[in-house]
Nanobody
């Protein structure tokens, strides 16, 4: 069982930065794949960035070069540093964790555990 709690969302002007955090509470000792997804109003949930248990990362084309996913294993916390934000980045951002497996695909159906989401609003 994994419980995820996101924080760090907010409102920012275009070109600004935000850093999201996802604190994981779990009794599991093994490292497991985690990811960030987002969902804008009227749109499907989409993968933003992911990280395998060994630290390999994947990014959506729309955020490459602007967003960075990282993890502090000692704190069991996943991060998403978002720079050069654009109005189209406005969405609810969700943290997710896989129940098993090694890969970290940007496919929401592959993830079992989800946080409650945090709102990110970017104004022009």
């Amino acid at each position: 069982q994994v419980q995820l709690v996101e924080s760090g969302g907010g409102s920012v002007q275009a070109g600004g930065s935000l850093k999201l955090s996802c604190a994981a509470s779990t009794t599991r000792r093994n490292k497991y794949p985690m990811a960030w997804f987002r969902q804008a109003p009227g749109k499907e949930r989409e993968g933003v960035a992911s990280m395998t248990g060994s630290g390999a990362t994947v990014y959506a084309d729309s955020v490459k070069g602007r967003f960075t996913i990282s993890k502090d294993n000692a704190k069991n916390t996943l991060y998403l540093q978002m720079n050069s934000l654009k109005p189209e980045d406005t969405a609810i951002y969700y943290c997710a964790a896989r129940n098993d497996g090694w890969y970290a695909p940007l496919v929401s159906a592959e993830y079992t555990y989800w946080g409650q989401g945090t709102q990110v609003t970017v104004s022009s």
